[in-house]
C-alpha cells in the first residue's frame, strides 16, 4: 500500500516537473519567435526609411571628421541646444537617458527570456547589480515624472508651439501616444520590481535576493497580503507587458516623429558645417557663365537637360530628406520664425513634416509599382507657394533646430525651381532680378553712378 502511494507521488512530481518544464519551454520558444519576428520588422522599416533617404540627389558631408563628432557628441548626445531651457532641458535628458540608459536593463530581459533564467546577471555582479536597478528606478520615475508634465504642457496648458494648425490629427494623437506609453512602461518596471521584492520578503523559489530596490523597495510591502501565486502573475504579467510593449515601441518608432531618438545622431554627424548665412552656388548657373565665356570649356555631344532647384524629393539632397526623417515636430523652428510669428502661413515645421509626408509617398508607390510611377503629384502638392514665398531666408530655424535641420534648405531648393523652372515670381521680384542681372544691385541705377551719393559730402 505504502509502496504504491509512494509511485503514485512520485509520478505526480515527474508529471508536474515535466509540464513546468514544457510550460518553461513553450514560453522561451514563444519569447524568442516574438523577439525575432519584432528585430525582424524594425531592420525593414530602417531599411525601407534608409532606401527613401537615399532617393535624394548625392551631397558629399564626410569632411573634417573630428568636428562632425563633436557635433555628434555635443548636440546629439549632450543635447546642447536644449540647454537653452534649462528646466525643459533637464526634463528631456531625463527622458532620453531613461530610454537609453533602462535598455540596458532590456538587455538582461531578452536574456533571460531566451534562455529561461530570472534576473540573469545577478549572481555575477552582485552588489552593483542592486545599484544599477536603483539608478535605472530612479530614472524610471524621473521619466514617469517628465512624461507627466509635458502631457500636462501639450494637452493642458496648451503651449502655443503644440496647438498650431500644422499638428492637428496624427502629429498631434502621436506625441500623446508615446509620452503615455512610456509612462506605462515605467509603471510596468517598478510594477514588476515591487512583485519581485515582495516575492523575495516570502522566500519564494527562483526569486533571488537581490538588496533593497530603493522606490519598488517602498510598493513592495503593500503587496505582502498577496499570496505567492498572485504575486507570480503580477511580476510575470509585468514582466511580459514590459518587454512586449518595447518591442511595439520600437515598431512604432518608424511611423513616429520618434524615430529622431535614434536619427538625431546621423543627422548632428552630418549637419553641413559652413556658416549658415552661405548659400549654394547652383553649380549648373555657373557653368553657364563659365561657358559663355569660355565656349571651349562647354560639354560636346547631347548633355541632361538642365534642372533648378527640387520640384520633388528626388531633386533634394538625401541630407534634406534625413533632415525630414528627423524631425522632432517639436516647433521651436517655427516659434523662432519671423514670418510664422508676424502671421504668415509658412511654418517651417510644417515644411519638415510635408517632405516627409511626401517622400513616405513616394517610398509606398516605389514599393507598390517596383519603381517610382507618376502619380502627379510633388512637393508643390504639400507646399504652397504663399508659404515659400514668406521666408525671409534668416536662419532662425536653423539656428534653433536641436537635431541640425534645415528647413530653409527645402525652403530655397523649392523656391528656385518656382522662379528658374516655372518664372514664378511676382513682379517685384522681377524686378529686383532684372536689376542683379544688369546693375550688379538689386536697385535701378547704373553701377557707374553708385558713387554719386557721395558727391554730395564734398
Ligand atoms: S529662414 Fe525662413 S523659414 Fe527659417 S526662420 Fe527664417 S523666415 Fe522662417
Ligand atoms: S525642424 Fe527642428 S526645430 Fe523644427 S520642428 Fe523639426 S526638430 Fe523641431
Same mark, same amino acid.
Given at each position: ?17 515535466? +509540464? ?67 528646466? $525643459? ?13 533602462? =535598455? ?72 500623446? *501616444? ?22 523575495? !520578503?516570502?522566500?519564494?523559489?527562483? *526569486? ?43 515598431? *512604432? ?15 548632428? *554627424? ?32 547631347? +548633355? ?25 515636430? %517639436? ?30 509617398? $513616394?517610398?509606398? =508607390? ?17 507646399? +504652397? ?9 534668416? =536662419?532662425?530655424?536653423?539656428?534653433? %533646430? ?27 521680384? =522681377?524686378?529686383? !532680378? ?25
Amino acid at each position: 500500500m505504502l509502496q504504491n502511494n509512494h509511485d503514485a507521488l512520485s509520478t505526480v512530481i515527474f508529471y508536474l516537473s515535466s +509540464t513546468n518544464l514544457l510550460m518553461q519551454i513553450v514560453q522561451q520558444i514563444i519569447f524568442i519567435a516574438v523577439a525575432a519576428f519584432a528585430i525582424w520588422l524594425f531592420a525593414k522599416n530602417i531599411s525601407i526609411i534608409r532606401r527613401n533617404i537615399l532617393l535624394g540627389k548625392d551631397e558629399d558631408l564626410n569632411d573634417n571628421k573630428q568636428l562632425r563628432w563633436r557635433n555628434l557628441l555635443l548636440l546629439a548626445f549632450g543635447q546642447k541646444k536644449m540647454f537653452r531651457n534649462p528646466l $525643459v532641458a533637464v526634463m528631456h535628458f531625463i527622458v532620453y537617458a531613461g530610454f537609453i540608459i533602462i =535598455n540596458i536593463e532590456v538587455l538582461e530581459i531578452v536574456l533571460d527570456g531566451m534562455i529561461g533564467t530570472h534576473r540573469l546577471f545577478l549572481p555575477y555582479i552582485g552588489g552593483l547589480y542592486t545599484f544599477l536597478i536603483n539608478a535605472f528606478e530612479i530614472l524610471a520615475l524621473g521619466v514617469l515624472i517628465a512624461c507627466s508634465i509635458f502631457l500636462v504642457r501639450r494637452n493642458i496648458i496648451k503651449l502655443k508651439r503644440f496647438i498650431s494648425k500644422d499638428l492637428d490629427g496624427w502629429p498631434r494623437s502621436d506625441a500623446n *501616444y508615446i509620452l503615455i506609453t512610456e509612462i506605462i512602461l515605467m509603471t510596468l518596471f517598478l510594477i514588476m520590481n515591487s512583485a519581485d521584492r515582495a516575492l523575495q !520578503f516570502k522566500g519564494a523559489a527562483h *526569486y533571488h535576493e537581490t538588496g533593497n530596490f530603493l522606490i519598488s523597495g517602498i510598493i513592495a510591502p503593500m503587496m505582502n497580503g498577496l499570496s505567492v501565486s498572485a504575486l507570480v502573475i503580477i511580476e510575470r504579467s509585468c514582466w511580459w507587458l514590459h518587454i512586449l510593449g518595447i518591442f511595439a515601441f520600437l515598431n *512604432y518608432l518608424p511611423y513616429s516623429k520618434h524615430l529622431h531618438i535614434l536619427l538625431a545622431f546621423p543627422n548632428a *554627424y552630418y549637419a553641413r558645417l559652413e556658416p549658415m548665412g552661405k548659400m549654394d552656388n547652383m553649380e549648373n548657373v555657373q557653368n553657364e557663365v563659365k561657358y559663355m565665356m569660355q565656349p571651349e570649356l562647354a560639354p560636346t555631344g547631347e +548633355t541632361a537637360p538642365m534642372k533648378f532647384g527640387a520640384k520633388d524629393v528626388f531633386d533634394l539632397s538625401w541630407k534634406s530628406l534625413l533632415d525630414s526623417y528627423s524631425c522632432t515636430e %517639436c516647433g521651436r523652428c517655427s516659434a523662432a520664425c519671423p514670418a510664422n510669428q508676424t502671421g504668415k502661413l509658412l511654418s517651417p515645421r510644417k515644411i519638415m513634416m510635408d517632405t516627409r509626408d511626401r517622400l513616405e509617398a $513616394v517610398g509606398k =508607390n516605389i514599393r507598390a509599382n517596383g519603381e517610382f510611377k507618376d502619380d502627379g503629384k510633388n512637393l508643390f502638392s504639400h507646399i +504652397t507657394v504663399e508659404e515659400l514665398r514668406a521666408c525671409t531666408t534668416c =536662419n532662425a530655424c536653423v539656428q534653433e %533646430c536641436p537635431v541640425s535641420i534645415s528647413p530653409l534648405q527645402i525652403i530655397l531648393e523649392l523656391r528656385r525651381s518656382l522662379i528658374m523652372e516655372d518664372s514664378n515670381a511676382p513682379q517685384e521680384w =522681377n524686378v529686383m !532680378f532684372g536689376n542683379i542681372e544688369n546693375n550688379f544691385a538689386p536697385w535701378k541705377f547704373s553701377p557707374d553712378d553708385r558713387d554719386k551719393w557721395a558727391d554730395e559730402l564734398n
